[in-house]
């Protein structure tokens, strides 16, 4: 299952706000790698691989998980197809790598992330590069959502 | 009353919602007849409000193509919408809109034609600050404003932009124009 993620596949993301959403677009934010209480910072964005078994035990396990505030909850997801991530194309002089890996936890056998890496350098939470800011609005602009 | 241009309508739908809160307010806490202070009065406020649906009516007859009701409603509640975001509101640690951010962005809307504005979707982005992100299907554009300054990117045959531009509502209506 840790092998490599099909051009074919397709990835899913859970979102836990309904304020990323707005009419009929889905909002970069919605892709932010974001820094956690613990200061670490994200390397990676977070999706499950729709096509392997343990996806729904995977979904429901991510719908189920206490929020920040209590009246937030799971308010919809996103879902890409892997090779339209991988041919993502920015039209920055400067060199980047698109990609999906997976990333098994204990509780998400199917957990996996895309990366993005600007001259090498893999982007982590806090980057506010141009290239990172398209790159997120791309995957929004990729992405197939639904609310709850 | 009559109006002139795009932007009057759209001052004086803002001034109906304005007025349409501000009554629901007075309702919801029993003070329809101790409403003297310094705000506009209960009845007064209905008089106001009749007033001014009757010039939109009228100006919507005369455009009927325009909708600008409509639009304009959608872009102000979805701004009040932000607005009440708590802390976290991302299910994660993202923090509230920043209250400056949002006026400055509702003042937008009487200075620019609400059409402009409905080509970018409203956005909050982690840290308080608000996004647009233009709706078009040609090209990529974003615009952060955060508290003092704000910032653009656009792809079109290159990927351009430009940061930490000092904020002002005439700059800001600049790059939305240009971008879109």
Partial sequence: MDGEIKDSETLVRSLYSPSFFDDDRLSPYAFTLIILNNSKREDGVSVLRKDLPEFEHDLKYLKTLKPRNPEDSYAGYASL??????????????????DV???????MKTH??????????????????REYRIFCAKLAYLAQWEKK | MSFKDDIAMTNSVRDLLTITESIKI????????????NNISYDQSFIKMYEIMNDINHYSIQNPSENFQTIYSKVYRRLNYLSKLDEGWDGFYAKPVN???????????????????????????LDGNLYLDL?????????????????Y????????????????????????????
């Fill in chain 2, 135 to 151: 709706k078009s299907t040609s090209k990529y554009a974003g615009i952060n404003i955060y508290n003092s300054t704000f910032s």
């Fill in chain 1, 112 to 129: 996996s992330e895309i990366i993005l890496k600007i001259e090498g350098e893999k982007i982590i939470a806090g980057n506010t590069s």
């Fill in chain 2, 153 to 180: 990117f656009v792809e079109d045959e290159t990927l351009h932009g430009q940061d930490d531009i000092p904020f002002s509502i005439d700059e800001l209506i600049k790059v939305m124009k240009s971008v879109a």
């Fill in chain 2, 99 to 125: 209250r400056e951010v949002l006026i400055r962005l509702e003042n937008l809307l009487g200075k620019m034609d609400i059409h402009d504005i409905n080509k970018w979707a409203i956005f909050p982005d």
């Fill in chain 1, 81 to 98: 197809v892997a090779k339209d991530v991988r041919n993502i194309h920015i039209k920055s002089p400067k060199h980047m790598e698109i």
């Fill in chain 1, 101 to 107: 890996i997976p990333k098994p936890s204990k509780k």
């Fill in chain 2, 26 to 37: 007075d309702n919801t806490e029993s003070n329809k007849n101790n409403n003297t202070d």
